[in-house]
């Protein structure tokens, strides 16, 4: 199995179009770790993405240590980590981004990082303070590339103004059960809630600006609600995932990405699974084509509706 390779952005980085997510790895033992990054790497996932709030900065030791042990080198892995979120406020000060970056390469004991991502929008941000922070990291050679995430379109053009490189991604919550993205876009200028644009056209934005848009809980449903996949709420999305998951010859599990990889933009699912088997299940989307029909026939199984 080859899994298929993307570029981030412009950036000229070619990453897995899977990414394992290492949020919840921090309290893993060492082996089950092991197990769960050598699987990721046979399967061809070669993008990793961390934050300093995982795990408190454990979950990048854990990583780290678990490269060492498996000796994977260092040249063949892309690490991207997220920073901006303290104990109650968001800070893109550039004393805290450098700090913070600082801290996540000692973790990741490696003296840059592929991508650094802001992880929430800060209210109180000076655009010109982060491109001093950026540009200090990218002279420094700390960070190869930037990004953001959960970030609306304005809030990237203010940035941006500021800033002497471009921002490659942008990491958003997408899924079969969170479609907000793509829900206005299908409903336009009418007089129902399906109708409401709450993130500015985002997605088509990064599509324009050449940002790839990066999916965090692929399988979860509403906010960190748990996952939907043989949950008794989608009933009608789980029959159909089923049915045709039977007729690919995969699980349900490998449907739920395929179905966000089919999406034109060119969106990269991050997997936060701590399971080895699913994935090698998530890593088999990189094999699966659905037709425009099958895309829209989950889209409804999930409980939405075409005008």
């Known amino acids: ?22 949020m919840r790895i921090a309290g893993m033992a060492p082996d089950a770790v092991d197990t769960l990054l050598k699987t990721s790497w046979e399967a061809g996932i070669n993008f990793y993405d961390h934050a300093d709030i995982y795990g408190g900065g454990k979950s990048e030791e854990v990583f780290t240590a678990s490269v060492k042990r498996l000796g994977l080198q260092r040249s063949e892995l892309l690490l991207q980590s997220k920073c901006g979120i303290r104990s109650g406020f968001f800070d893109f000060s550039k004393e805290h981004i450098l700090t913070s970056v600082d801290k996540i390469l000692t973790r990741l ?27 200090t990291l990218k002279q420094s050679g700390k ?6 995430s ?16 471009k921002l490659e991604a942008n990491q958003l919550q997408f899924s079969i059960t969170n479609t907000g993205m793509v829900d206005h876009g299908l409903n336009v200028n009418m ?3 399906r109708s409401n644009d709450r993130d500015g056209g985002i997605l088509n934005y990064c599509r324009l600006k050449k940002i790839t848009v990066q999916a965090w809980s692929p399988f ?7 996952t939907f996949l043989g949950n008794p709420k989608f009933p009608k999305l789980n029959e159909v995932l089923e049915a045709m998951a039977g007729e690919f010859g995969v699980t349900p599990t490998t449907l739920a990405i395929a179905w966000i990889l ?13 399971s080895p088997e699913r994935v090698k299940q998530v890593a088999l989307a990189s094999e699966v084509a659905l037709t425009r029909p099958q895309w829209y026939e989950i889209y409804r199984a999930a409980g939405n509706t075409l005008p």
Do not use: W
Request: glycine share 8%.
């Open 262 to 274: 089919r999406h034109p933009a060119k969106i990269q699912p991050i997997v936060g699974t701590t």
């Open 1 to 22: 199995m080859t899994m298929k390779r993307l570029q981030i952005g412009t950036s000229g980085l070619s990453a897995s179009e899977i990414s394992l997510g290492c």
């Open 150 to 165: 959960n970030h609306n379109p304005s809030q990237i053009e203010l940035l941006q103004a500021s800033l002497p490189m």
């Open 220 to 226: 979860q449903h509403g906010f960190f609600e748990g």
């Open 109 to 135: 004991d490696t003296d840059y990082l592929d991508i650094l991502l802001l992880h929430r929008p800060d209210a109180l941000v000076e655009p010109e303070e982060v491109a001093e922070a950026f540009e």
């Open 191 to 193: 007089e129902i809630e």
């Open 143 to 148: 960070v190869l590339h930037f990004g953001v």
